[in-house]
Protein backbone atom coordinates (compact mmCIF):
# COMPACT_ATOMS: atom_id res chain seq x y z
CA UNK A 1 0.00 0.00 0.00
CA UNK A 2 1.13 3.32 -1.16
CA UNK A 3 0.24 7.10 0.68
CA UNK A 4 0.78 9.87 -1.46
CA UNK A 5 3.19 12.01 0.30
CA UNK A 6 5.93 14.25 -0.30
CA UNK A 7 8.92 16.13 1.61
CA UNK A 8 8.25 19.65 1.59
CA UNK A 9 10.28 22.91 2.79
CA UNK A 10 7.66 24.87 5.16
CA UNK A 11 7.27 28.68 4.64
CA UNK A 12 9.86 29.28 7.79
CA UNK A 13 12.48 26.82 5.76
CA UNK A 14 11.73 23.91 7.89
CA UNK A 15 12.04 20.04 6.62
CA UNK A 16 8.87 18.14 6.69
CA UNK A 17 6.36 15.86 5.10
CA UNK A 18 3.42 16.55 3.21
CA UNK A 19 0.26 14.50 2.60
CA UNK A 20 -3.29 14.44 4.37
CA UNK A 21 -1.65 17.13 6.22
CA UNK A 22 1.31 19.17 6.77
CA UNK A 23 4.30 17.70 9.43
CA UNK A 24 7.48 19.53 9.89
CA UNK A 25 10.51 16.93 10.80
CA UNK A 26 12.66 19.41 11.03
CA UNK A 27 13.56 23.02 11.87
CA UNK A 28 15.69 23.18 8.65
CA UNK A 29 16.69 20.98 5.13
CA UNK A 30 20.38 20.87 7.34
CA UNK A 31 18.77 19.45 9.98
CA UNK A 32 17.37 16.88 8.20
CA UNK A 33 21.04 16.32 6.23
CA UNK A 34 23.01 15.84 9.76
CA UNK A 35 19.78 13.63 10.65
CA UNK A 36 20.50 11.28 8.44
CA UNK A 37 24.31 11.19 8.10
CA UNK A 38 24.04 10.33 11.98
CA UNK A 39 21.40 7.44 10.96
CA UNK A 40 24.18 6.13 8.43
CA UNK A 41 27.15 6.69 10.61
CA UNK A 42 25.36 4.54 13.24
CA UNK A 43 24.03 1.78 11.45
CA UNK A 44 27.50 1.32 10.29
CA UNK A 45 29.78 1.50 12.62
CA UNK A 46 27.83 0.50 15.47
CA UNK A 47 29.09 -2.50 17.41
CA UNK A 48 25.41 -2.94 18.80
CA UNK A 49 21.86 -1.14 18.08
CA UNK A 50 18.87 -1.58 20.08
CA UNK A 51 15.24 0.38 20.25
CA UNK A 52 12.91 0.88 22.96
CA UNK A 53 9.52 2.03 23.33
CA UNK A 54 7.24 3.57 25.69
CA UNK A 55 8.34 3.74 29.71
CA UNK A 56 11.37 3.04 28.58
CA UNK A 57 12.11 6.05 27.14
CA UNK A 58 12.05 7.94 30.25
CA UNK A 59 14.85 5.94 31.97
CA UNK A 60 17.02 6.79 29.60
CA UNK A 61 20.77 8.52 31.40
CA UNK A 62 20.26 11.75 29.18
CA UNK A 63 21.90 13.89 31.52
CA UNK A 64 24.91 12.41 30.74
CA UNK A 65 24.72 13.07 27.22
CA UNK A 66 24.76 16.06 25.26
CA UNK A 67 22.47 16.99 23.08
CA UNK A 68 22.97 17.41 18.98
CA UNK A 69 21.72 20.37 18.44
CA UNK A 70 22.80 20.95 14.72
CA UNK A 71 19.99 18.33 14.17
CA UNK A 72 17.51 20.57 15.11
CA UNK A 73 14.78 18.13 14.83
CA UNK A 74 11.06 18.72 15.80
CA UNK A 75 10.09 14.95 15.17
CA UNK A 76 13.52 13.88 16.57
CA UNK A 77 16.21 14.77 18.71
CA UNK A 78 19.39 12.88 19.10
CA UNK A 79 21.89 12.76 21.93
CA UNK A 80 25.80 11.71 22.26
CA UNK A 81 28.01 10.63 24.45
CA UNK A 82 31.41 9.64 24.97
CA UNK A 83 30.83 6.01 23.13
CA UNK A 84 26.78 6.29 22.51
CA UNK A 85 24.32 8.06 20.09
CA UNK A 86 20.78 8.20 21.09
CA UNK A 87 17.96 8.89 18.53
CA UNK A 88 14.61 9.64 20.12
CA UNK A 89 11.43 9.59 17.47
CA UNK A 90 8.16 10.97 18.22
Given at each position: MSMPCAF???????????????????????????????AHHASRWAPQISTIR???IDELPLSTFEPVIEIRGLA???????????????
Open positions: MIGPAGEFGIDGDRWVPLHASIEGWIESVALGDADTWWRGPDSLIAIHT
